[in-house]
């Protein structure tokens, strides 16, 4: 049975074997395109659907394997193995048990993967094809219900601990049509890695083809960034009891010369002498064993500005690391370290509601990037905290940049959104956090409309 052409290779062959009829085909590729995308607008402003190869890669780390989770439609199938079949678009039972075994000598020969720098080989698991909705179909001009259906898949590499390092190879990209539908380049493959509780998005490219994992360990310190400490004067040293006992020496002294002189006896200046040689004496071994010693002055004080820039960017850069987090509960212990109590509830609420985005069916973005674009440090004071120690506060106005990522039929999109707010920085009983923000300005970076806003925000 001679093996059917996936779609987009028959569309490339075209190219080439009808050049005599290359206005015509010029003109049928322009109306595939512009109705790709038209009916990439009907699916909404995230554009998913799209036509093409897809898979969605969706990695997992624990102490019982690695897990490689795929989903891909038989169109990136075909870009994998060879595996023929009366229909493109479908494979039957007939044809069905074939493909794991296909599926196996693939990403064993071509993905490997390494654990603590050992080559492992995976056991495929859960293999199924969906049955999709064909409403979807206009969705799909170029590779038809080829593109549509699709196959899932776990491939699992077992492990008896805790991976310290996986290293996964990933050498298979077809085609991007949607970015040249005439020249396309190898098309980036976006994936998500869930390990140790936090979820990062991640991108496979011809240059970048693989990911080298390394362990962390589960403590949320280790995953934040260090916050300075408050900045502490040394203050000075004071030797109360040695002072007592030269002061007590001299005073001695000065008795023994005054009864001498009343007396015209040199015997209680000799007395004198000898009982200010012991005061002498035990003042000196106090001054030198510390015994008797008191601090004076020193203490915490006021952060200069750029001290307290320092203080504010890794706090800042935490609020949003913690969002790495998986589970609820995880991101409140990371927010924790960063912002006072009474303010997270309300920083979580409004981040997490800047991170979902609507147009992608409620999907949750994850944060790629952070970049502060302007610092400055407004007012600095000591204050009173409720157990009335004084400790140093201070304001900070700050503009940033937050690029989330949305993973969908095994692409990516990024979402880029501008702040300007005003931040509230206290030091503590648990060190430097975050009390209050009040933003100013919010930016859709690919609207660039910017709009006024009040206390509620999206961050």
Known sequence: MPRPEPALRRLHHMRFRFPGLNPYLHLLLAWVFALGGVSATLAGDGL??????????????????????????????????????????????????????????FFERSHPVRIDDQRVLPELEELQINDPDMALLPLFPISGEQGLRKIRFKLVYPTTSMPAKVEISWTTF???????????????????????GVRVPLL?????????WTALGESIEARLMAVPDSVIEPGSRVPILAIVFFVAGGVVVIMGILVARSSGSQIALVAAAGIEGVLLIAGFGVLLSDVGTIMV??????????????????????????????????????????????????LYRTIFRGLV????????ARVAEVRPIKIEVGDIVMQAG????????????????????????????????????????????DGWQLTGAEIREQDRMEEKARVEVGEEFEV
């Open 48 to 105: 998913h659907p799209q036509d093409g190869p897809h898979v969605d890669i969706r990695i997992f780390i624990d102490d019982e394997a690695v897990v490689l989770q795929l989903e891909m439609n038989l169109v990136f199938l075909d870009f994998l193995v060879d595996f023929p079949r009366e229909e493109p678009a479908r494979i039957s039972s007939v044809e069905w048990p074939a493909l794991q075994p296909a599926l196996m000598e």
């Open 386 to 429: 409720e157990d009335g120690i004084e400790r140093p506060a201070f304001t900070v106005a700050c503009r940033w940049q937050v690029d989330g990522v949305v993973s969908h039929w095994g692409h990516s999109h990024q979402r880029t959104n501008e702040y300007f707010a005003d931040w509230d920085v206290v030091d503590g009983p």
């Open 297 to 346: 002055g020193g203490g915490i004080r006021a952060p200069d500005d750029s001290e307290a820039e320092a203080i504010f960017r890794p706090l800042h850069a935490n609020v949003y690391r913690a969002f790495d987090y998986v589970d609820e509960s995880d991101i409140y212990d990371a927010l924790d370290r960063s912002v006072e109590g009474p303010f997270l509830e309300s």
């Open 204 to 212: 496979f490219t011809v240059d970048e083809p693989g990911l080298t």
């Open 357 to 364: 985005m609507q147009e992608e069916g409620g999907a949750v």
């Open 174 to 196: 077809p085609l991007d049509i949607l970015t040249d539908l005439v020249d396309p380049p190898p098309l980036d493959l976006a994936a998500e890695l869930d390990a140790e």
